[in-house]
């Protein structure tokens, strides 16, 4: 059985930063594009960052490049994401997530759809 685990969220003052990380279990992590999203209250799911298997293709929402970072060590199956300068509108609930299958190549698409498991949320609120 698969198991996705976020930790890292938390109360932050604007301006400040986060480290994000995602662990998982029942799946060969190091095959695998993952990604993160996240959600706040009354708004869609919309995609932060993802990473391909090895990690050397990342692709960013274009208003979080700069800001957050991805990264991956796949030695201790741990998925990052670094979120510096935070603002009052990255509050929402962040969300590590996995694809099913590997591809041929190192390579991920930042879409919810091209995910197939999903961890339980971490929360990030940023106080202005």
């Known amino acids: 059985q698969v198991q996705v685990q976020e930790s890292g969220g938390g109360l932050v003052q604007a301006g400040g930063s986060l480290t994000l990380s995602c662990t998982a279990s029942g799946l060969t992590f190091a095959d695998l594009a993952m990604g993160w999203f996240r959600q706040a209250p009354g708004k869609e799911r919309e995609g932060c960052a993802c990473?391909?298997?090895?990690?050397?293709?990342?692709n960013y929402k274009n208003s979080m490049a700069g800001r957050f970072t991805i990264s991956r060590d796949n030695t201790n199956n741990t998925l990052y994401l670094r979120l510096n300068n935070l603002e009052p509108d990255d509050t929402a609930t962040y969300f590590c997530?996995?694809?099913?299958?590997?591809?041929?190549?190192?390579?991920?698409?930042?879409?919810?759809?091209?995910?197939?498991?999903w961890g339980q949320g971490t929360q990030v609120t940023v106080s202005s």
């Open positions: 990473i391909g298997a090895t990690g050397g293709h990342r």
């Open positions: 997530a996995i694809e099913r299958s590997p591809r041929p190549y190192d390579y991920c698409v930042l879409s919810p759809d091209e995910f197939n498991y």
